[in-house]
């Protein structure tokens, strides 16, 4: 089992900063990414988590998924 969790539905004004406060509630968030369009620069509307242990990422995912961010319910998946 890997440590990167997949983030859908990711508010568009949403940083990183943003999600690993969001992901701190469920363990040590090592990394961040939010990807990016190429062609506007924009983001995509998801993202990728890293956490510190197997045991935060199982917690992430049934503490976080449908949890809001801005309003929004956030998909949480290995």
């Given at each position: 089992m890997g440590n990167r969790l997949y983030v859908g539905?990711?508010?568009f004004a949403a940083t990183k900063e943003t999600l690993a406060d969001f992901f701190?509630?469920?363990g040590t968030v090592t990394d961040v990414q939010i990807v990016?369009?190429?062609v506007t620069g924009r983001p995509?509307?998801?993202a990728f988590v890293t956490m510190?242990?197997?045991a935060d990422v199982q917690?992430?995912?049934s503490v976080l998924h449908g949890k809001a961010i801005e309003g929004r319910p956030v998909t949480?998946?290995?």
């Amino acid at each position: 089992m890997g440590n990167r969790l997949y983030v859908g539905n990711v508010p568009f004004a949403a940083t990183k900063e943003t999600l690993a406060d969001f992901f701190a509630q469920a363990g040590t968030v090592t990394d961040v990414q939010i990807v990016m369009d190429k062609v506007t620069g924009r983001p995509r509307g998801f993202a990728f988590v890293t956490m510190a242990t197997d045991a935060d990422v199982q917690n992430a995912i049934s503490v976080l998924h449908g949890k809001a961010i801005e309003g929004r319910p956030v998909t949480v998946t290995e």
